[in-house]
């Protein structure tokens, strides 16, 4: 078996007789515009050799990039999760003919080799991938959330594992936008450094998880990133002083077979690493994180961005929050305890502030600072207008630090003091209650397409109707 690391989470492995090219992005930036992969590459579509499968592990655009899926084979085999209808949507209305939706734990046959789909412990739709051939067995985590359980289950079933591509980043970039931890995150990371233990491969490399932040982003480098590839390479090989632990930047290739791994004497013919870039990633959370701005990139008048999001805080949140209430959800729970909540709208010259007050006699909405808000958001105001249009995703939003929270609710009684919390429920942000992250993640990618696609191309017998019902996370 062979793998070119083709940058990121972007493989093309090459069994003995299948070819199968694994969340392929090609061009930098990506996601949106909010990242690059690093080591910094260059990868040539051109040269990339024929393959039989292409298989996406989840829909983070990191990994599901609708701009090099739009330039790959429509005829070609496609492996995706299943319960994740929006991904089969994008597929079929890009024009691919021949996708298969897959359970976990499912094993996958064609010709000699086997493809395993391996489940994640949390919150996303995704899986990882288990590759088997008369050579070798290789184990793609991807981005999956592997419990120390599950880890000794797929070890003890398909073990030995030859080659792991072993998840290593305990990323921390929800915690940076909603006021959460910036300490390294000791319990995560020495978790994943125990599934290598327990998997106890021959040979395994960091997966996934090289990329950095750009641009106006790239204030999240010092505080997403708590660990660098080299950090990892060298905890791992202590952890498992037997295996051997490699670092495979782009344009290197790894030949695995009959229990050796070993890089290749050949090139990688279509990615080569322009430069290594790591150290622009290095956790260093003690310095400032910059305030709130608002880019504008599609130059809105302010006016235009008020109008529309004056609209939608009108007509759509407070249906929202008016549903919650009937249904006894979780804006019940804030008139309980009397919550105060404020949403800052960041223009480019100006702040626009909501305010409202939750308690059992009313709920009122007004358009002024709140002097104590329990929940306080911000939001930058022309992304907000980008993603309500469908021009930009709901992830972009979070992921990119246009969207910053906090809470505190505590309560003060004659016997003592509390933290307050909802029973068997969420603090939910009213905002992100009244938006339909699903609705707006299918016209993104309604965008997208028609911005790849020429129209004939999407124009094909099997076109489904608009997915819906899984909620979009974080990246």
């Not at 690059?36 to 990994?63: C, G, K, Q």
């Not at 997208?448 to 819906?468: D, F, G, L, W």
Request: a negative charge.
């Amino acid at each position: 078996m062979k793998i070119d690391f083709i940058g990121h989470a972007s493989l093309l492995v090459e069994s003995t007789d299948r070819k199968i090219l694994i969340d392929p992005v090609f061009w930098d930036p990506h996601y949106e515009g909010l990242c690059a992969v690093s080591p910094r590459r260059h990868v040539f579509p051109e040269r990339l050799p024929a393959y039989d499968i292409i298989a996406v592990s989840h829909r983070h655009f990191d990994h599901f990039d609708i701009r090099t899926l739009a330039s790959l084979d429509r005829g070609c085999q496609v492996l995706i999760p299943d319960r994740d209808p929006l991904l089969a949507y994008t597929f079929r209305e890009l024009g691919f003919s021949r996708v298969e939706a897959l359970p976990d734990n499912y094993r996958w046959v064609t010709g000699d080799t086997a493809i395993v789909t391996t489940p994640s412990n949390g919150p996303d739709r995704e899986f990882g991938f288990l590759i088997q051939d008369s050579t070798a067995t290789i184990w793609n985590q991807v981005d999956t959330f592997v419990s120390s359980r599950l880890a000794s289950q797929i070890a003890s079933r398909f073990g030995p594992i030859d080659f792991l591509l072993a998840t290593w980043q305990p990323l921390l970039e929800s915690a940076v936008f909603i006021n959460g931890r910036t300490s390294f995150p000791y319990e995560e990371y020495f978790r994943l450094l125990a599934n290598v233990q327990i998997i106890n491969p021959r040979a395994l490399a960091p997966a996934s998880c090289g990329f950095k932040y750009i641009d106006e982003a790239a204030w999240l480098n010092k505080f997403v990133f708590p660990v660098n590839r080299d950090v990892f390479v060298r905890d791992a090989g202590k952890a498992i002083r037997e295996t051997q632990v490699l670092t495979a930047n782009p344009g290197a290739v790894i030949e695995i077979n009959s229990g050796m791994v070993q890089p290749s004497a050949g090139k990688c013919e279509f990615v080569s690493m322009v430069e290594d870039d790591t150290s622009e990633t290095v956790f260093n959370p003690v310095g400032d994180v910059p305030a709130l701005t608002d880019p504008n990139h599609a130059g809105y008048t302010e006016a235009e961005m008020l109008e529309r999001i004056e609209a939608f805080v009108r007509d759509q949140m407070a249906t929202a929050i008016k549903q919650s209430l009937q249904e006894r959800t979780i804006i019940h729970d804030y008139t309980k305890i009397g919550c105060t909540y404020q949403l800052d709208i960041v223009c480019p010259a100006t702040v626009v502030s909501y305010s409202i007050r939750f308690s059992e006699s009313e709920v009122k909405l007004t358009r002024d600072p709140s002097p104590a808000p329990n929940m306080h958001t911000q939001i930058a105001g022309s992304i907000l207008t980008d993603v309500l249009l469908g021009r930009r995703s709901f992830s972009y939003l979070c992921s990119g630090g246009f969207y910053r929270s906090f809470n505190h609710f505590y309560a003060i009684e004659e016997h003592g003091c509390y933290r307050w919390r909802p029973t068997n429920r969420q603090i939910i942000d009213p905002l992100l209650l009244a938006l339909d992250s699903e609705e707006l993640m299918i016209k993104y990618i309604d965008h997208e397409i028609s911005k790849n696609v020429q129209p004939a191309a999407a124009n094909t017998p099997e076109r489904i109707s608009r997915p819906a019902g899984a909620a979009f996370g974080f990246k």
